[in-house]
């Protein structure tokens, strides 16, 4: 059983930066891989990316969002940067026993985070 609770949403404007943090349980995290996702309203939970022993990246954030982990703190992070309107969203973090394949579909994750709200202004 692994708990997660992200951490670190708000208020940003177009160009800037944000650092979301996923804090998790458990004693066997490093054997999981964490994904992040985003929900816009009224619309499909979407994959951003994954790490494992690689990093994954969506197209749609690729060269913009840095995920990295530190198992020692049972922490993800997700750094945004050059944040865009069509970036907002609630963010989930994501923890899945699929390890040797990349996952993008959120049936896949087994745990998940309660979500924290990214809000990007133009």
């Known amino acids: 059983q692994v708990q997660l609770v992200e951490s670190g949403g708000g208020l940003v404007q177009a160009g800037g930066s944000l650092r979301l943090s996923c804090a998790a349980s458990g004693r066997t995290f490093s054997s999981y891989a964490m994904g992040w996702f985003r929900q816009a309203p009224g619309k499909e939970r979407e994959f951003v990316g994954r790490i494992n022993w690689n990093r994954y990246y969506a197209d749609s954030v690729k060269g913009r969002f840095t995920i990295s982990r530190d198992n020692a703190k049972n922490t993800v992070y997700l750094q945004m940067n050059s944040l865009k309107p069509e970036d907002t969203a609630v963010y989930y973090c994501?923890?899945?026993?699929?390890?040797?394949?990349?996952?993008?579909?959120?049936?896949?994750?087994?745990?998940w985070g309660q979500g924290t709200q990214v809000t990007v202004s133009s």
């Open positions: 994501a923890a899945t026993t699929i390890l040797n394949i990349v996952t993008m579909d959120p049936n896949e994750y087994d745990y």
